[in-house]
């Protein structure tokens, strides 16, 4: 688990109190690109969170390291977000098969 730093606490925080949404939906909210006015899709998000990932990661790597955290975990994590990306089923498909995901 990351700690979070006290100035994105409260950000998060004071969003949810004044939009009076939930702290995850709070948080979601200041994920979005500043020049997103409606939330993005669920994969459309995986999507956005993996580039900024790849874009940020020597400055993710190098706050794990000063924390004396895993740094390995960026990678992981990097590389989670790209399987999952590339294993999204399609949407226009009509012959999915939902019984591989517990439904039906």
């Not at 459309?44 to 874009?55: E, I, K, N, P, T």
């Not at 924390?67 to 590389?79: F, G, H």
């Amino acid at each position: 688990m990351v700690r979070l730093p006290a100035d994105v606490v409260r950000a998060i925080r004071l969003r949810a109190a004044t939009a009076d949404v939930t702290l995850a939906e709070a948080a979601r909210q200041l994920m979005l690109p500043r020049d997103m006015k409606e939330q993005l899709g669920l994969l459309d998000h995986v999507a956005w969170l993996h580039s900024r990932l790849m874009s940020r990661r020597d400055d993710l790597v190098n706050v794990f390291r000063a924390e004396i955290a895993d740094a390995d975990a960026v990678d992981v994590a990097i590389k989670a977000l790209g399987q999952l990306r590339q294993a999204w089923p399609d949407d226009g498909q009509d012959d999915d098969d939902l019984t591989t995901l517990g439904m039906g």
